[in-house]
């Protein structure tokens, strides 16, 4: 069964650092790519970084110096260090992994997502 599993939310007050990790399961042949995503209330899920399995990433501009995201690739696992957040960053935060599954064809599989509140 393949598994990708947040963690890392909660509450944070403005400024503060959290890092929020996701872990996807052990049976992937080759995972091409890992991603955060972002999904305010009333708002659309938004990319926020994604990293390749060559080390390329990309970010949003609103996140762009503030974020970090890193991956460990003998766990399949990838991090989003989050600096100086702000209430706008307040969302439940969402990992992919762009991925094949054993000899399955290539897909991309979501996680159940973890609610991050940023308020004083």
């Known amino acids: 069964q393949v598994q990708v599993v947040e963690s890392g939310g909660g509450l944070v007050q403005p400024g503060g650092s959290p890092r929020l990790s996701c872990a996807a399961s052990r049976n992937f042949f080759i995972i091409y790519a890992m991603a955060w995503y972002r999904q305010a209330p009333g708002k659309q899920r938004e990319l926020v970084a994604t990293?390749?399995?060559?080390?390329?990433?990309v970010y949003a501009d609103s996140v762009k110096g503030r974020f970090t995201i890193s991956r460990d690739f003998g766990k399949n696992t990838v991090y989003l260090q989050m600096n100086s957040l702000e209430p706008a960053d307040t969302a439940v935060y969402y990992c992919n992994a762009d991925g094949q599954v054993g000899l399955g064809s290539r897909d991309v599989y979501w996680g159940q997502g973890t609610q991050v509140t940023v308020s004083s």
């Open positions: 990293i390749t399995n060559n080390g390329n990433t």
